[in-house]
């Protein structure tokens, strides 16, 4: 009897150091893919913008690189002061401040050409400007595209997306210069928040960089001044590329309901 008690006792040991063999593996598995794994890997932009800065004139000047997940957006910026941007622009965006260094708050426009209507559509290949950040009106799309990587300086960078919204046309302006205040900053973010379609499940203060995404829309009829602009933070020093939640705000409840009644899609 005593024998066969001892067995018992053993089997059961063995069996708690292989749960705990078990589990402990399971935990550094978790570890390592935390460490190793890159949600949005950089992939660096620095030679295009060599190359096409070779084309630079004295009317403009090649200050950046945009890449944009889940879209086709992956263009050069441009520094034109006295270019006509209510003209057509093909394949490239601009920057409307000139600096050799990376802003606290950067706005990046482009063009929304085919792309107006109140139902956007979703990763269309025939759109060639700013058509696909449109994308972001979706709450399926921002769930699984959240990242945006700008290069700049022969540096590229990463950034997370934590506010997508509809502001108005004037609000744009007051906040393209060289660099903001903190006070500024914070007045930025906390509009951006507000306003904002989705509540995204990372902290954002005025410490950080922020880079902004500006296009037109007709979202809310023809004659609106309203655009469409998607903001990012600077992805911390030792902070992991994850994904990350997102829900949406009484924002998107009232975008979805014109959405829902929304005009077929057009031309500008």
């Not at 000047?61 to 889940?70: A, F, H, I, P």
């Not at 004037?170 to 906390?190: A, C, F, G, V, W």
């Not at 939640?245 to 975008?255: A, L, N, R």
């Amino acid at each position: 009897m005593k024998m066969r008690s001892k067995k018992i006792i053993m089997r059961k040991k063995k069996l708690f150091l292989f749960l705990g063999i078990l589990s402990f593996l399971c935990l550094l598995c978790a570890v390592l893919f935390l460490l190793f794994y890159d949600y949005y890997p950089i992939e660096s932009r620095v030679e295009k913008i060599e190359k096409y800065a070779k084309h630079d004139t004295e009317d403009y000047t090649t200050t950046g690189w945009l890449r944009v997940q889940g879209t086709n957006i992956d263009f050069p910026i441009i520094y034109a002061p006295y270019y006509d941007f209510s003209d057509k622009t093909d394949s490239f965006l601009w920057n409307e401040v000139d600096a050799d260094e990376l802003l606290n708050q950067i706005t990046v426009s482009g063009h929304n050409i085919l792309n107006l209507s109140s139902n956007p559509l979703v990763a269309d290949s025939r759109h060639t400007r700013f058509e696909q950040l449109m994308s972001f009106t979706y709450l399926d799309f921002v769930k699984e595209n959240k990242y945006i990587q700008y290069t700049a300086n022969g540096e590229d960078y990463i950034y997370k997306i934590f506010a997508v919204s509809y502001p108005e046309d004037d609000d744009i302006p007051k906040y393209t210069k060289e660099n903001l205040s903190k006070k500024e900053m914070r007045q930025y973010i906390k509009q951006s928040l507000d306003d904002s379609l989705f509540q995204f499940d990372i902290d954002v203060d005025e410490n950080d960089k922020i880079l902004s995404l500006v296009t037109c829309t007709r979202m809310y009829g023809h004659y609106n001044n309203i655009e469409f602009k998607v903001d990012a933070r600077l992805v911390r020093k030792g902070e992991l590329k994850l994904n990350y939640d997102v829900v949406p705000t009484e924002k998107y409840e009232e975008v979805k309901d014109i959405m829902e009644g929304g005009e077929k899609n057009g031309k500008a």
